[in-house]
């Protein structure tokens, strides 16, 4: 009942906040929840749902390269814009901080549970997009990383 009671105050808070991603998260799962087929799916979605997430926007991403928008012509030109180098080497960085972070998500329940509220709160309030727990993992890991090195 609880988290039936969790979910309608999140929801309620998405609808406040206008957020459709984050209204249709939550009423997703509270179907599936009130239908039962979330005893059998939460823990496969749970368990895979990161990485489905992760290549639905990948493939997002790569959409204009199959359309033809970008092309050689065009990477050849980004190679020499500074911003295009920023952007290369940003990416670059925040895939490596994921990756971390992942694990991380993966190892620690009760740090999963503080980026999730953390993400759902962004997402709900600022209008923040719900790749958050994955990158805040991995920045929540380089800073446990840094706190750790210190305190040593």
Do not use: C, R
Not at 26 to 43: E, S
């Amino acid at each position: 009942m609880q988290s039936y009671l969790f979910l309608i105050a999140l929801l309620l808070i998405a609808l406040l906040a206008k957020n459709q991603s984050l209204i249709i998260a939550i009423a997703v799962l509270l179907v599936l929840k009130f239908t039962g087929l979330g005893d059998k799916l939460f823990p496969i979605v749970s368990q895979k749902g990161i990485n489905w997430g992760v290549t639905i926007i990948t493939i997002a991403v790569l959409v204009p390269i199959a359309t033809g928008e970008i092309g050689l012509k065009q990477m050849q030109e980004a190679v020499k814009s500074s911003f295009a180098w920023i952007a290369l080497f940003s990416g670059i960085f925040v895939a490596l901080i994921a990756s971390k972070g992942l694990i991380l998500l993966q190892n620690d329940p009760h740090i999963t549970a503080a980026l999730v509220i953390g993400t759902i709160l962004a997402v709900a309030l600022f209008n923040g997009v719900a790749v958050g727990p994955l990158i805040a993992a991995g920045i929540a890991y380089v800073a446990m990383k840094i706190v750790e090195y210190f305190n040593s």
